[in-house]
């Protein structure tokens, strides 16, 4: 009963109804929209919504007034905060009084009073009607920004990086009627647009056929911004100064190798000087014996299951037991520090079977790998991903049509990804070049342990392919083979081979991508701007 007071059906019929009576109330001749200015809507937490935050910074690079609405919550990227045009508008979260009430009267409620903070921030706090409007598939924004487009005369831009139908049968599953519901709310509001973005040519070609959408139509992939790069040693070594405190746990301490601040990190150290009368700077420099690092971006919900990460590490630990003192053939294997980043309902439960394996007694517990949750800072989060070794994407998409912004974060950051396959992964994770793939928990257990970090199974000619990813860390002649793929030389020969949206397309920056694919967009009824729309 709550779930259906509290899922697509009851928001959709409220928002029908206030569509309806805002329009009758306000039904004259339509305004002419302030040129060069746009509205951005995310019906959430502003700072955790990276491709709407991206698109905020390209319009107001580009000049555009530029209105960022949504929720309050994690810090936005520092470049919101600086550039000129940008207008970070935050909605007001439902009043505490509602918290006390029973859940039967608080759910209309609350739906009530985010349809009303939506259409007064977009038709009242919003100066002047924008050009454009730009907004995710959801509900009810989707329809209140029909309403509003229509209304002040905008154009609507659809940017289809997710589908909320998909996301709903996460927890009710595909037949249930509010997950129908849903499907048909975005289907009947989501049709005609003046633009759909499409995250992937997957979800373009299903939907332009499935859905018969209206308007003009691209493919704008996601793409780390331009500061996401390979961190140097005096980057990763400032980054891992300000996360000593969250590494001196007592668990942590007896595993990683001892520091001493501010010369020295657990994964980074100043190295000395050559001699009293040398004029060289001491620099830091990565630590031979560091353990290797990994890092895993989740959002701790039921479409990244957690669980096979937990089971591949299990196997690692008992690999590496295997081959102490060069037992089991293949060389010692080093320690593992895995770090996952995010917030989500089932982090708790998942870090507490974390502590059970790492602290079990008798002996069982682990001694080659550890594993830590930490929430970064935006400023810090591409550092960590570029000081890191290897990446892990347990993302498995609802719907079979997005990728993972993640992963995209991670290459970015010249970082090679192990990633959970699904049908479209293949736009992004190239098996073999710029990470590896698997299907199921048994596979990357397998991955971890035994077999496919031998990269023999990709390079069967090659005598350093018979070496896991992590074998003769930090130097492994497997895990470098990866990571070069990021480099210069790799990305011209792609572009060689494969043109304009080839396999190398995850290395452009967002910006690169977004003039290439946005400007032609939103340029084009602009005078003297004559371009042909694909």
Known sequence: MSDSLHGPLPQLLATLLFVYVVWRLLRHDRPQPMLRSVAIVVLGDVGRSPRMMYHAESFAKHGFETHLI?????KPIP????LPHIH???????????TRLPFLLSAPLRITHQIITLLHTLLLRVPHAPEFILNPPSIPTLALAQLVARWRGSKLIVDWHNLGYSILALRLGARHPLVRAAKVFEAA??????????????MHDYLAEEWQLVGHKAVLHDR???????????????????????????SLLSFLP???????????????????????????????????????????????????????????????????????????????????????????????????????EGGEGWRYVRCVSLWLEAEDYPVLLGSADLGVSLHASSSALDLPMKIVDMFGCGLPVCALDF?????????????????????????????????????????????????????????ARLAQSFSHTQLHRDRALTGAEGAHWEWDTWTENWDRVMMPLILRDVDGFNTEWT
């Open 70 to 74: 949504g929720y309050r919550g994690s």
């Open 79 to 82: 470049s919101l905060l600086s």
């Open 88 to 98: 970070l508008t935050y909605l007001s979260s439902p009043p505490r009084l509602l």
């Open 189 to 202: 509001f989501g049709r005609a647009a003046y633009a759909h973005l499409f995250v992937t040519r997957a």
């Open 224 to 250: 780390p911004p331009a500061h996401f790069h390979r961190a140097s040693e005096s980057e990763s070594h400032e980054l891992f100064l300000r996360l000593l405190p969250a590494l001196s746990t007592p």
């Open 258 to 360: 001892p520091s001493t601040p501010p010369y020295s990190t657990p994964f980074t150290h100043v190295t000395p000087t050559p001699s009293p009368s040398s004029p060289t700077l001491n620099m830091p420099a990565r630590r031979a014996d560091r353990p290797a690092l990994l890092v895993s971006s989740t959002s701790w919900t039921p479409d990244e299951d957690f669980s096979v990460l937990l089971g591949a590490l299990g196997g690692y630990e008992r690999r590496a037991r295997a081959r102490e003192g060069g037992g089991g053939g293949g060389g010692a294997l080093p320690k593992v520090l895995v770090v996952v980043t995010g917030k989500g309902p089932l982090r708790d439960r998942y870090m507490r079977e974390v502590a059970r394996l790492q602290d079990a």
């Open 423 to 479: 049908a479209c992964l293949h736009e992004l994770v190239k098996d073999g070049v710029n990470g590896l793939v698997f299907k199921d928990a048994q596979q990357l257990a397998s991955q971890l342990e035994v077999r496919c970090l031998f990269f023999f199974l990709i390079y069967p000619s090659d005598p350093d392919a018979r070496q896991t990813l992590l074998t003769a860390f930090p130097s492994s002649p497997a895990l």
